[in-house]
C-alpha cells in the first residue's frame, strides 16, 4: 500500500466524482438507485483515494465494552466459522465478543436487561427464531440486534445478514444436473425455516428449468443435523426410484447421507453424488471431500459484528437485510451420473 | 432431587464424619493422602448430604465480569468443545465468556494489562506455549491463568488442565492389539509437545508390554491437523511396509488418513484400521464413525473456568495440574487385522 498524507474523506471522494456524498455513500453500501456509470465512477475514485470506512474506535464503545453472540443451540462446525469472523471484527476494533446459548424459551424480558447490565452494546442472534415479545424487550432495553441467518422471516424491522440461498441452492442443482443426473433429492432443514425454504425453491427451480419433475418422495426436511442425513439418505436410498444424486441442506446432513450410502456398499461418489451447504470445516474432511454450497460464515459473522456496533453508536443503516453471495465449490463428492440409471442398476450390494 | 432445609456445608459433614474440614475438603479434591476408610465415609455422607460446592456469585464476581478464553489458532472442532464447556459453566455463574485468538508473539506486558483494563477476570489460554516473559507479565497485571492442554511443560507453577494423555495413547494402541495388528503406526503433534509426547509413550508402552516392535519410519510428527494425516497416512500407506492399522494423535488427523486411504482404494476397516483422539464432533460424523481416545474437553473447559474464577476470588487451588480421564470409544473405523499380514497383501488398487 501507498503512503497517504490523509485518509480520504467521503466528501474528498465526492468532490472528485462531482456528485453528492450520499450518491458516494450509495455506492458504498451497494444501493441500487445509481447510475452505472456514476457507480463504476465513484468506485475507481474510492480504490485511487484508498478509502477505508471508518470503524467505531475503542474510546468511543468504551473499554469494557462487549458484543455478545448468542445461539439457539450446542456449538457446532456453523457456528465456529460464524464466532471466528466475530472475534476477526471484534479485535480489530478491541471489542470482546461473548459467546452464549440461549433457548427461545428463556429468553424473557429479564434477559434483555441483564445484557445491558453487563455491559453489552449489542446482541447478536444466530439462527433465532425471536418472537414479537423477545423483540420488545430489547428494544425497551435499547439493545440493538443483528439476527443471522434468521429462522423466521421477521415482521418488525429486524436487521439481518444472511446468505444467498436461493441462488446457493439453484447452483448446486444446476451442478448436478449438469453431471447428468434426473433423479435429484433434497433433504433440508425445518419446512417453515426461511433460508431452507429458499434453498428448497433453488432446487425447484431448477429442476423446472430443465424440465425435470421433483419425485414427491425425493424431498425430505430435517433439521439441518446429520442424522437427517443418515436416516433421510437411508430412506432415500432405500426407494424403488432412488437417486443419483443428493443434495443436502447442510454440509452435517451431507455427512450423514454419505455414511448412509457407505452403509449400503454404495461408493461415493461413482454411485451417488452428495452435495451440501455452508462449506465449513467438516465439508474439507469428509472422505471425499464435499462439493457444497459456500455460505461466507466468517464474512456473516463480521458484517454482523460491525452492523451491531453502527446500530450502538446511534448511526442509520441503510439496508436492513444484506445478503453475502453464496459460491459453488466442487470437490471429489460429486461425478457424472453413470448410463445406466435404471433404479437400483450399476450397484454393489443392492 | 429431595429438599433439604439448609445446604450442607463442609463442616457439617467433617462434624458427621468425625474429622477436620480439611480431610473434608481433601477427599472433595481428590488428594491421595487421605486414609481409603476415611475417604468412603466423606464420600458417602457427602452424597447423604446433598454437598454442593460453592460457587462464585455473581455479586461477588461483578455484573461485568468476563473470563476471556484465548487460543493461538483459529477455531476448530476440538476448540468448539472447550468453549461450549466454559460457556455452559460460565452461564451457571453468570459469567460471560469472551472467546479470542492471539498469536504468541502478540502476548506483549500491554496483552496482559489490557485484559484487566477491559474487565476480564481470568485469563484461560488454550493448547498455549507461554513464555516466561508473557507469565511475569500476567502476573504483574494480577491476572489469574489455567492453561488448558498445556503445549510445553511449564517451570513455573502454572494451573493447568490437561486429560490422561499416556493412558489414552496406551487405549488405542492396546485395543488395535488386540485386533491381531501388529505393524501400527502414530501419526502426532509437534514432537515438543508435552501431549503428544505423553501419547506417543502410551503408544510405544503398549507396544513394548506385548513385544511388538516400533518400525522407525512408523513414527511421524505434525501439528494434530488434518492435512498431517493426508500426508503422513499417503506417505505410511505407500511404504513396504505399509501399517495395517494407524494411530492418530487428533480427529482431525485421523480423517486426513481416511482421505488418504480412500485414495488408495483402500477400504476402512476391512483394509486399515484407524483410531484417532480427542472425540470432537467430526468423529462421530466420519465414515465409518470413528474410534478415538475421549478427552473430555467439555469438562476440561468447565474445569478451567471454575478453577480461573477461584483463582480471581483469591482462594487456595490444591492440585495444580489437573488431568481429566480419557476413555476409548470403539466405533467402526477399527477392525481385525486380516490375517495374511504380508506388506500389501489382501489390499485393492496397491
Same mark, same amino acid.
Given at each position: 500500500? &501507498?503512503?497517504?498524507?490523509? =485518509? ?9 466524482? +462531482? ?42 464503545? +468504551? ?21 471466528? +469472523? ?33 455491559? =453489552? ?13 423477545? @423483540? ?33 441452492? @439453484? ?56 442424522? $437427517? ?16 444424486? /443428493? ?10 447421507? /454419505?455414511?448412509?450410502? =457407505?452403509?449400503?456398499?454404495? =461408493?461415493?461418489?461413482? $454411485? ?29 459473522? &463480521? ?48
Amino acid at each position: 500500500m &501507498r503512503a497517504s498524507p490523509r =485518509r480520504a474523506t467521503l466528501a474528498t471522494v465526492a468532490a472528485s466524482a +462531482g456528485v453528492s456524498v450520499a450518491t458516494v455513500s450509495k455506492v458504498l453500501n451497494g444501493r441500487s438507485d445509481v447510475a452505472p456509470a456514476t457507480r463504476s465512477l465513484v468506485q475507481s475514485l474510492l480504490q485511487q483515494h484508498d478509502y477505508v470506512a471508518p470503524s467505531p474506535r475503542r474510546a468511543e464503545v +468504551g473499554a469494557l465494552a462487549t458484543v455478545e453472540v448468542q445461539f439457539d443451540t450446542d456449538f457446532n462446525a456453523y457456528s465456529t466459522e460464524i464466532i471466528q +469472523g466475530a472475534v476477526e471484527a471484534g479485535a480489530e476494533v478491541e471489542v470482546g465478543v461473548v459467546v452464549s446459548i440461549r433457548k427461545g424459551a428463556d429468553r424473557t424480558a429479564a434477559w434483555a436487561r441483564d445484557l445491558v447490565a453487563a455491559g =453489552r452494546r449489542a446482541l447478536i442472534a444466530v439462527t433465532s427464531e425471536l418472537t414479537s415479545g423477545q @423483540l420488545a424487550a430489547l428494544s425497551r432495553a435499547h439493545l440493538p440486534l443483528v439476527v443471522i441467518d434468521p429462522l423466521n422471516l421477521p415482521r418488525a424491522r429486524v436487521t439481518s445478514v444472511g446468505s444467498t440461498n436461493f441462488a446457493g441452492g @439453484l447452483a448446486a442443482t444446476q451442478h448436478l444436473l449438469s453431471l447428468g443426473h434426473r433423479r435429484i433429492a433434497y433433504i433440508g432443514g425445518p419446512a417453515t425455516a426461511a433460508c431452507n425454504q429458499a434453498r428448497l425453491h433453488g432446487y425447484r427451480a431448477a429442476m423446472e428449468a430443465e424440465g425435470v419433475p421433483v419425485l414427491p418422495d425425493h424431498v425430505r426436511t430435517g433439521h439441518f443435523r446429520y442424522h $437427517d442425513g443418515v436416516e433421510g439418505g437411508a430412506a432415500l436410498l432405500d426407494l424403488p426410484q432412488a437417486p443419483t444424486a /443428493i443434495f443436502a441442506g447442510s454440509d452435517e446432513t451431507a455427512l450423514g447421507v /454419505i455414511e448412509a450410502a =457407505r452403509a449400503r456398499g454404495l =461408493r461415493i461418489p461413482e $454411485d451417488l453424488s452428495v452435495a451440501g451447504f455452508d462449506d465449513t470445516q467438516i465439508a474439507r474432511m469428509a472422505s471425499p471431500p464435499l462439493t457444497t454450497v459456500r455460505q461466507p460464515l466468517r464474512e456473516m459473522g &463480521r458484517v454482523a459484528l460491525r452492523t451491531a456496533l453502527r446500530l450502538a453508536a446511534g448511526e442509520q443503516i441503510d439496508s436492513h437485510h444484506v445478503e453475502l453471495a453464496t459460491e459453488l465449490v466442487v470437490r471429489g463428492s460429486t461425478a457424472p451420473a453413470s448410463r445406466d440409471t435404471r433404479p437400483g442398476a450399476g450397484r454393489p450390494g443392492r
